[in-house]
């Protein structure tokens, strides 16, 4: 399993991380955790052929996560673009909603065409996408949130948090993970609702006992500040902070 970061930033505009974004990739088949703006563009510069992706796994419905839906769509009908292969829409409570509104604005712009569009809502409970397995749970962000397990056939196992503050149910649900993606969007003392600081990352990953995390989706006001020592309190296995373009094989 290869996890390429598209976006480790946020929705405010940063010169060196876009907004949140990551691609998964399992023999032959790709996934996107999340796609905020920017994604596609820095998919293609890794490497990864777009057209190729099989699932959009989206952790809740906020902008700066769902940016280059809209375009990955509107690509899909360019002639010179055409698609065959199906393309998954997983996520939380909202995601059809939230697609029929997009359709109500675009029109035919963004309808599937020559291919088939799976389109599920996963609040909590799996599903498979090629022979990937994709779990998810409930996590605490203000709207409808999910966390997800990416289960390959070789059993490794990657969890990505989305947006959230510290919750228990995390902790279980990344139990024993090979990877631990978890949002860390702000320093420690200055927490903010919906949204984790070294601190609580590290408490998750402590109870899950991870065996590597990976911390994510970073605020301005991370810039140049200490995220390691109050993580290390509680989570004392391998750390990574993400940059973009960061490739980790499992």
């Known amino acids: 399993m290869e996890i390429t970061v598209l976006g480790s930033g946020t929705a405010i505009p940063d010169k060196e991380r876009?907004?949140?974004?990551?691609?998964?990739?399992?023999?032959?088949?790709?996934?996107?955790?999340d796609l905020?703006?920017?994604?596609?563009?820095?998919?293609?510069?890794s490497g990864i052929?777009?057209?190729?992706?099989?699932?959009?796994?989206?952790?809740?419905?906020?902008?700066?996560?769902?940016?280059?839906?809209?375009?990955?769509?509107?690509?899909f009908r360019n002639p010179e673009w055409p698609r065959e292969r199906a393309l998954s829409l997983f996520g939380p409570t909202g995601l059809l909603e939230f697609l029929r509104d997009l359709e109500a604005t675009y029109g035919s712009w963004i309808a599937a065409e020559g291919y088939q569009r799976e389109e599920k809502v996963l609040p909590s409970g799996s599903s498979s996408i090629k022979g990937i397995l994709v779990?998810?749970?409930?996590?605490?962000?203000?709207?409808?949130?999910v966390a997800y397990e990416i289960k390959d056939g070789r059993g490794r196992r990657l969890v990505y948090?989305?947006?959230?503050?510290?919750?228990?149910?995390?902790?279980?649900?990344?139990?024993?993970?090979?990877?631990?993606?978890?949002?860390?969007?702000?320093?420690?003392?200055?927490?903010?609702?919906?949204?984790l600081t070294p601190s609580g990352a590290?408490?998750?990953?402590?109870?899950?006992r991870c065996r590597r995390?990976?911390?994510?989706?970073?605020?301005?006001?991370?810039?140049?500040?200490?995220?390691?020592t109050a993580c290390r309190r509680h989570y004392d296995g391998p750390l990574t902070l993400a940059e973009d373009g960061m490739v980790i094989q499992l």
């Open 161 to 195: 948090s989305g947006d959230t503050e510290y919750c228990e149910e995390l902790a279980v649900f990344a139990k024993d993970a090979d990877l631990l993606v978890l949002e860390c969007s702000f320093p420690e003392g200055e927490e903010r609702p919906g949204h």
């Open 202 to 208: 590290g408490r998750i990953a402590g109870q899950a």
């Open 36 to 45: 905020g703006s920017g994604s596609l563009y820095r998919a293609e510069r």
């Open 49 to 75: 052929e777009v057209r190729s992706v099989d699932g959009v796994l989206l952790s809740h419905l906020h902008p700066d996560h769902t940016g280059d839906l809209v375009p990955l769509l509107f690509a």
């Open 18 to 33: 876009g907004s949140p974004g990551i691609a998964v990739r399992s023999g032959d088949t790709l996934l996107f955790l």
């Open 213 to 228: 995390l990976l911390l994510t989706h970073f605020y301005p006001a991370c810039r140049g500040r200490d995220l390691l």
């Open 135 to 145: 779990s998810t749970c409930p996590v605490r962000h203000g709207p409808a949130a």
